[in-house]
């Protein structure tokens, strides 16, 4: 049987183990959460023997040279020696530099990393609130914006909502790898229609990309969709609608899930041309890109980020 080692400790699994469950069930807290190979909280760096690996494109030639695996998507198949992510030496720091809630269960996150971070509009990283982590998208423009902003959603209690809602400005937190997710904005799509449609607080990271094709000039129609569970919670409905008073082609729309099968049922394309971004629960994605597909936009015209929750 394979031998697996973290640090001083070690112990046998049997082998085709997940290294996840492996490490977990024997004591290591490794965080997690979609177990899908999207979120990047599992990171672990093998410093001796390699596990197979079945998402070897999920990270880049560099991370994978230098050992980093995504431990919920490997199998124990040798002898492995692992060092788990450690949020103190790995991470990036960064401090609170806001913290405001923008409706009843949307808590709007604002920090500032002690060393800048190159991003893009709408992609996804793991926040650690000590040793709790969980992916969160970018709601921030890095071409604009000083700070990283995440929108959460804390409707539900959870581990890291709950350490959430007790932050206050210049607390610590700790970054996580970057990651690209599906979303971004693509300078080739500045004439086509660009339909934007977001489920809560989905709308973080397209909100993101909304300002950046608007940056851009985007010259097709923007179509901007917020389903919400209520009115109240169109938490950015104000910015959105003084954005579209003040641009002819943009137009933004409220939806709630009690309209949501007529509205949907409504939805048709005026050019397959149109570009769809879809962000938010795996539900109400799902939901959007049956209808787009139903209404004729082509699949590889729709692309979307799923906020799995923890799996
Ligand atoms: C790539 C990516 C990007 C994301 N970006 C965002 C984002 O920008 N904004 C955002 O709001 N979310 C985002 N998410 C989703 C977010 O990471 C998850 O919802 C995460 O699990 C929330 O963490 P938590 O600790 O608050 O809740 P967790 O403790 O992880 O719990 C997850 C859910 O399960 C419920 N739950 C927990 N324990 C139990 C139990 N025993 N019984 C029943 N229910 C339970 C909780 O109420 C909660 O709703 C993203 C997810 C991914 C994969
Ligand atoms: S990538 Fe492994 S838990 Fe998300």
Redesign the pocket.
Known sequence: MPELRVGERRWSVAPGSNLLDALNRNGESVPY??R?G??HACLVQCLKGLPSDSRPDALSPEQRQQGWRLACQCEVVEDLQVHTFDPLQDGRPAEVSAVDWLSAN?LRLRLVPQRPLRYSAGQ?LVLWAGH?A??????SLPQEDRFLE???????????????RRLQIGDSIRLGEL?G?ALHYDLDWHARPLWLMAA???L??LFGILREALQQDHQGAIRVIHLAHDANEHYLAKPLQAMAASRSNLNVEFWTPAELPTTLAQLRLVSRQTQALLCGAPESVDAFARRLYLAGLPRNQSLA??????G
């Open positions: 959460s979609c899908a999207s979120c949307v996804h709790v969980r992916p969160y998208s970018l709601a995440f929108h959460l959603d804390c409707r539900q209690p959870g581990a890291f909502s709950d350490a959430a990651r997710g809560g607080t989905g973080g990271p980020d799923v906020f799995l929750p923890r």
